[in-house]
């Protein structure tokens, strides 16, 4: 069976005459096939039929390409035919990493596109937290869809919530260093600071490959990375100094707003 020559739509609905009958082999190699097309265009359209067949492969590809794309996403006309399980399942998501407001925007346009949705569930995933004050008072509130109780509560949070307690969003690149020039990563603190930019991790010396600090008790001796987005970090390589009788200890603080937790 060839499917280079088929439509989306008629590849969905062969994907689900194969789910409803159990051909398991054929529904594995539409899958990876609708994997290797998948572009902004037609991830809405294929997220809701493999959440519609719970096929976990596919939901996990659409899902992974749609946090990278999330700013895209949201403005593609597509956006607009998610069915309500996945708009939630998707704007729910701690990796799905664009600014609120336009997120907010986009909810907003997805109601008006379907008047008889649920309108409250969907605007309880949005976390109007994360809005600026200004953007609360003269976009969200001109809307409409969210109660002025709300809103109070949105700010409260924002301007009274310590940082690391607000439920931010951000980036999960998968498999990929983001602390690089390529992401917009900079290292405000520590010698030799583009080593650690450089990505290698396994060309080093006794004085290259690495960006090191002094060890003292001074806080400002430490390590300072700056990346160029908001990032869900997952793992960090260290090298530790074992060249002489001191103990010591590290740890790892984050800020969303330049500023120490």
Known sequence: MSLT????????????????YGFSELETSIS?????????????????AALLYQLEFLIRVCHEYMDEHACEVIQHESFLQLSIDALNKVVSRDSFYAL????????????KANVEADGKSVLNKVRLSLISVTDLLNVVRN?????????LDAIAARTQTRDSDLNYRGRLLIDVNVAHPLYGAQVLQ??????????DTNNYDMEQGYTRHTITDS??????????????INHIKMLLWDKDMRSYS????????????
């Open 5 to 20: 020559d088929r439509r989306e739509e008629v590849i969905l609905d062969i994907l689900g005459l194969a789910h409803l």
């Open 32 to 48: 990876a096939y609708l994997k290797e097309i998948l572009n902004i265009k037609n991830v809405c359209l294929i997220f809701d």
């Open 100 to 111: 609120e407001i336009d997120i907010f925007l986009a909810v907003h346009a997805w109601l």
């Open 143 to 151: 809307t409409g869809l969210v109660s002025a109780e709300a809103i």
């Open 190 to 199: 520590g010698e030799m600071r583009s080593y650690l930019l450089d990505g």
């Open 219 to 232: 806080r400002e001796h430490g390590i300072l990375v700056k990346l160029g987005t908001q990032c869900i």
């Open 250 to 261: 590290y740890y790892v603080e984050v800020s969303c707003k330049n500023m120490t937790m």
